[in-house]
């Protein structure tokens, strides 16, 4: 695959463009049609939320400083935010499952040391591995769902930045050149 070309901003600070002054005047207006030069906004459910508010404000400045802070990636952005969000809780969700589960063994260990009775240990522990086996299917279920939602954070990852990766792309490299008005004529066009 071949390299995109750099954006106007990185040929003007770098100065050594092999382009005309009209390539990069063309190359510049063709950027900014790119632009809704509106701001990206946060929505109502993203400022409600802790963690995906945080995830906006962070997103929000990167694309400040790379000049991509556009409206067109506001939706997407929002719902990256949210599920950022979402798989933060289950995470925390497993953890708590996880202490549980723990906390579970140390208290079994102290009980059975306690009970007299061989029966009453054994039905104890077949207890015991029933509640710690739906913990287990619970964590499991937790880690799916971590997984799709990691899943499509990833998802939109790569399509955010092949998005505005494709809108640089999208810009012809050079200035297409307008016919010899001679060759029209000669040719019938004109």
Same mark, same amino acid.
């Given at each position: 695959?071949?390299? /995109?070309?750099? /954006?106007? @901003? &990185?040929?003007? %600070?770098?100065? =050594?463009?092999?382009? %005309?002054?009209?390539?990069?005047?063309? $190359?510049? #207006?063709? *950027?900014?049609?790119?632009? %809704?030069?509106?701001?990206?906004? +946060?929505?109502? +459910?993203?400022?409600?939320? =802790?963690?995906?508010?945080?995830?906006?404000? $962070?997103?929000?400045?990167?694309?400040?400083?790379?000049?991509?802070?556009? !409206?067109?990636?506001?939706?997407?952005?929002?719902?990256?935010?949210?599920?950022?969000?979402?798989?933060?809780?289950?995470? *925390?969700?497993?953890?708590?499952?996880?202490?549980? &589960?723990?906390?579970?063994?140390?208290?079994?260990? +102290?009980? %059975?040391?306690?009970?007299?009775?061989? *029966?009453?240990?054994?039905?104890?522990?077949? *207890?015991? !591995? @029933?509640?710690?086996?739906?913990?287990?299917?619970?964590?499991?279920?937790?880690?799916?769902?971590?997984?799709?939602?990691?899943?499509?954070?990833?998802?939109? +990852?790569? #399509?955010? &930045?092949?998005?505005?990766?494709?809108?640089? $792309?999208?810009? /012809?490299?050079?200035?297409?050149?307008?016919?010899? /008005?001679?060759?029209? &004529?000669?040719?019938?066009? !004109?």
């Amino acid at each position: 695959m071949p390299t /995109p070309t750099k /954006p106007f @901003k &990185v040929l003007s %600070t770098e100065k =050594k463009s092999h382009r %005309t002054k009209a390539e990069l005047k063309k $190359r510049e #207006e063709e *950027e900014q049609s790119l632009s %809704t030069d509106i701001e990206l906004k +946060e929505r109502k +459910e993203i400022k409600q939320n =802790k963690i995906a508010h945080k995830e906006f404000k $962070r997103i929000e400045k990167l694309l400040k400083n790379i000049d991509k802070n556009d !409206a067109i990636y506001e939706a997407v952005i929002n719902r990256y935010c949210l599920l950022q969000a979402e798989c933060y809780d289950l995470e *925390e969700r497993r953890e708590e499952f996880y202490k549980l &589960v723990f906390e579970l063994k140390e208290e079994s260990k +102290e009980l %059975t040391d306690k009970m007299d009775y061989d *029966e009453d240990v054994m039905t104890y522990k077949l *207890e015991y !591995a @029933k509640a710690i086996d739906k913990i287990m299917s619970s964590m499991l279920s937790i880690d799916k769902q971590i997984q799709s939602k990691r899943k499509m954070l990833l998802d939109i +990852e790569k #399509e955010n &930045v092949m998005t505005i990766a494709s809108a640089l $792309r999208s810009i /012809p490299k050079k200035q297409e050149k307008d016919d010899n /008005p001679l060759l029209k &004529v000669l040719r019938g066009e !004109a």
